[in-house]
Structure formats: C-alpha cells, structure tokens
C-alpha cells in the first residue's frame, strides 16, 4: 500500500498554572474632610444634661482643631466686635440657656468674639451665625452696623458726649428743640451712660432716650382759677374759666412750655393753663 502522509500532532504549550494573584485597580480612597462640606454644622459631642454653657473663647487671634478624619487642620479664629447685644444658639438654631434654666445666655454689647474657621458663615434655619465656641453661634447681624434711624424729639434735648457730660459751644450747653429730627445710628440702636439710656447721633453726641418718648399725662390740681391760653399765649375767647380745685391732665408728664415768658402746661390740643395756677 502506498504511504500516507499524516500530519504529525503539533506541540501544544501547556497552559500556565494560574497565580493566586491578581491586580486590582487603584482605589481613591480618599474621604471628603467635614470642611469642604460648606453651611454644614458640626454635631454636638457634649453632655447634653450638664446645663453648662462652655466658655466662649475672646482672645484676639486663636486657633482650633478641626477632625476631617485625615489629618488635623489647623484654623485661625477671626475677631468680631458686637454692636448689639447677642444671644448664644446650639446647632439648631435655639437660644442657649445657662444653668438657671429661666435665663438665657445672652453676650453684651462691645464684647469681643472670636468667630471659628477664619470667620466662616453657617446658616441655620435661613439665619447666618458665626461659631464662637463648640456648639455655640452667634448672629452675623450682632456685628454688622446697621443705618440710622430718624425720630423726632418730643421735647427739647440737651446733646451730651460719651461721659454723658453736656456738650457746649460757644461757652453754651447745646440745646436741640422739640420737634426736631434727629439721625439714631446704628438703627436707633440704644446706649447706657451712668444709668441713663441714650440715642448715638454723628460725631459722638448723644441725647436722651426719654426726648423722643411721649409720656403719659399727669394729673394736677388747680389751686387758683385759671384761663386757658393758646401757642401763642393768648386768652382762648371761646373757654370757660377754669375753676379752683379742678383736676386737670397735663400733657406728655407734665412738660413746661414758654410762651412769652410765662411756663405753661399743655391741658389739650392748643390749650395751655399757667403753671402757677397750680402751684
């Protein structure tokens, strides 16, 4: 029989024995630091049946230590002067009491604050705060300056300076009339001198509060007969005369007017009965 070509089997490699080994793609593992979570309020870690109010820190410049589950991150406080007074609120936006739970926890005015994170703004139910203490805000608007406010003075006003000593020109204590407007700065905001409540104006004068506040009548006897007098000082024709021992209500607590240089009170609309017919 003739012979027949066969093809010799090929060499086949065998397959390599799998390692145990394998290559995994690199993972960024990295985790997102608290910081960078913007308008975020830290939660609170403290004893939450303590009652005590943490102190609140007022050093010019102070640093504080932020865990971003990385590394520590060291930030510097920004310092804000409070031109009103400030209550202190928690994480959720509620006023802060002290250990006496009918007193509320409130930082006065000129106070120094010492605002976290370089001054970071955090907004708690649409209100900004700053933070000034673990678990303690502050409003933004505390030490922001705010416009003046205009009133009228509902009696004449002495101007005094911030001794709540009487400002003079010219040798003469400065005297501004009823009726006047005057510019309250900082919204009518309002300031304690020597236990007397003022109104700042510009250039670091100041009038009392109780000018520009209209006060309750007060009652008066007359101890004579009494005419009554217009603006002017004239006999009002129409008005009866007023008899001895009548109870009148003088106007705004009993403020004195000069009308041609006779002191008067106001007892009605243009209505005026001398104060000596009450003396």
Same mark, same amino acid.
């Given at each position: ?134 678990? %303690? $805000?502050?409003? @933004?608007? +505390? ?5 003046? =406010?205009? /009133?009228?003075?509902?009696? &004449? #006003? *002495? !101007? ?44 670091? %004068? $100041?009038?009392? @509060?109780? +000018? ?5 009548? =007060?009652? /008066?006897?007359?101890?004579? &007969? #009494? *005419? !009554? ?51």
């Amino acid at each position: 029989n003739p012979a027949v070509n066969v093809d010799k089997p090929v060499h086949v490699d065998k397959p390599a024995t799998p390692d145990n080994t394998s290559e995994v793609p690199a993972v960024d593992q990295t985790k997102h630091s608290d910081s960078e979570q913007t308008n975020q309020v830290p939660k609170d870690t403290t004893d939450q049946n303590s009652g005590q109010v943490p102190a609140v820190p007022v050093s010019r410049e102070t640093s504080v230590t932020k865990d971003n589950n990385l590394n520590d991150v060291v930030l510097t406080a920004k310092s804000f002067p409070l031109l009103h007074d400030a209550y202190l609120y928690d994480e959720n936006g509620e006023v802060v009491l002290t250990s006496d739970p009918q007193k509320k926890s409130v930082l006065k005015k000129g106070k120094t604050i010492s605002s976290l994170q370089n001054g970071h703004v955090y907004v708690i139910k649409g209100v900004k705060f700053y933070q000034v203490g673990k678990n %303690q $805000y502050v409003k @933004v608007a +505390n030490t922001v300056l705010q416009g003046p =406010k205009r /009133l009228q003075l509902k009696h &004449n #006003a *002495f !101007v005094y300076d911030e001794k709540g000593k009487l400002v003079k020109k010219h040798g003469k204590s400065v005297l501004l009339p009823k009726n006047k407007w005057v510019s309250a700065l900082n919204n009518a905001d309002k300031f304690k001198v020597n236990g007397v409540t003022y109104y700042k104006l510009a250039d670091h %004068q $100041y009038i009392k @509060v109780a +000018n520009t506040v209209v006060q309750p009548a =007060k009652k /008066l006897k007359l101890t004579h &007969n #009494a *005419f !009554v007098y217009d603006q002017n000082g004239k006999r009002v024709k129409k008005s009866k005369l007023l008899k001895e021992g009548t109870v009148l209500s003088a106007l705004n607590g009993a403020e004195k007017f000069k009308l041609k240089n006779k002191t008067y009170y106001q007892v009605g609309k243009n209505q005026y009965v001398k104060v000596a017919n009450t003396l």
